[in-house]
């Protein structure tokens, strides 16, 4: 290829297309197998014709270290996706941490690219993450998941079964939240000790339930309280087989763990899940002040029913009193008089016949009266 004029007769240039020869002989000859390559997703597109196109990024402090483009070709991704879907709950988004296994690849054209034909989902959403998920997928498969609601609660929970360690703050805040209250309401608490965290929990929490199942007491409901943690602490609440014992126990299943952020899976199988343990206390003393409010009402009505009856009743009577008082006394008299002779004369009339000891009626002012008539008389 002839050079120009104004360069040296010693200098040959390249043209662009071996330049990008020999860079994608070095770059492919540098990196000859696939390899794995950690990185953070800062787009992704899908194409009409289904290819997966990402651009990677690795940042320090806001700033950007390195940059790449990246594809998951269409007859990969369609096998990749659904597995995917399936293990992060959703598509490849920006923003998401990834390690893919890729091929380097050099184009004239394209430049570098990373053919992408593995992603561990692991990596993304960490290996508790990814357990956590199967294990929802196994209660879910089983039906256990709303086991729970099944149960019913009395309008009145008295006897409570907590779970707790007997020094946990929780437990503490709970009990004096609970007997302390303004309203003076009583109730039975009885504790069932476990180790709250370690990973002896899961099954310390499970035996502890089935020590109230077979427990001679019949308990209203069952508490499982802790006063919080870091998520390495609370990670036994995600535990499949304490998880089991929760939505199969027969009795309802309160969770006060006392996480504000996280949603762990003994919550989501739990009769009912709350925040913090007083806020589970608050919750069985706002049952009984609901209750006595009803009770309250209800005295209060009645109270009302009665005075009205009492004030009928009473001008009922007054108007009597003035009846009476209004009414001639002789007439009064006379008309006794009348009615006495008149049911004189009909028992002597119906005793005609009649053996000692029959009954007969008799009329009289007040209405009719049985009479024993003696034959003799």
């Not at 009597?320 to 009615?339: C, F, N, Q, T």
Request: aromatic share 8%; glycine share 8%; net charge negative.
């Amino acid at each position: 290829m002839p050079g120009p004029d104004f360069l040296p007769q010693e200098v040959t240039p390249l043209a662009l297309s071996e330049l990008q020869g020999r860079i994608k002989e070095g770059v492919e000859s540098a990196c000859p197998a696939k390899c794995w390559v950690q990185a953070e997703i800062a787009s992704v597109s899908v194409k009409a014709n289904g290819h997966c196109y990402l651009d990677l990024v690795e940042q320090e402090n806001g700033s950007v270290l390195a940059r790449a483009k990246a594809v998951v070709w269409s007859s990969r991704y369609r096998l990749l996706r659904p597995f995917l879907l399936e293990a992060l709950g959703g598509e490849l988004q920006a923003g998401m941490q990834i390690l893919a296994r890729v091929q380097v690849s050099y184009s004239g054209i394209y430049s570098l690219t990373l053919v992408i034909d593995e992603i561990q989902p692991e990596f993304t959403l960490g290996a508790a993450e990814l357990e956590r998920r199967r294990t929802l997928e196994k209660l879910e498969r089983e039906g256990l998941l709303d086991a729970q609601q099944a149960l019913s609660l009395p309008d009145l929970p008295y006897a409570l079964a907590v779970i707790s360690a007997a020094t946990a703050a929780g437990y503490g805040d709970f009990v004096r939240h609970l007997t302390g209250n303004d309203y003076g309401f009583a109730f039975g608490v009885e504790l069932f000790e476990a180790a709250m965290q370690g990973e002896g929990a899961p099954a310390s929490i499970a035996d502890a339930l089935q020590r109230v199942e077979t427990a001679d007491k019949r308990f209203d409901a069952v508490l499982i309280l802790r006063g919080g943690g870091s998520a390495g602490d609370l990670s036994c609440f995600d535990d499949y087989d304490l998880c089991f014992a929760i939505a199969t126990c027969p009795l309802p299943v309160f969770t006060a763990i006392g996480h504000e952020r996280d949603h762990h899976i003994a919550d989501r199988v739990a009769f009912r899940a709350v925040k913090t343990p007083t806020a589970l206390a608050d919750e069985f003393i706002d049952a009984f002040a609901a209750e006595d409010e009803r009770l309250l009402s209800t005295a209060a009505a009645l109270r009302l029913s009665a005075l009205s009856r009492l004030s009928a009743e009473e001008q009922r009577v007054r108007g009597l009193e003035e009846r009476i008082l209004a009414s001639d006394p002789k007439k009064v008299l006379e008309r006794g008089y009348s009615l006495v002779t008149d049911a004189a004369g009909v028992v002597l009339k119906r005793a005609e016949g009649l053996r000692p000891g029959d009954w007969i009626d008799v009329l009289f002012l007040d209405g009719s009266l049985k009479c024993i008539v003696d034959k003799k008389i």
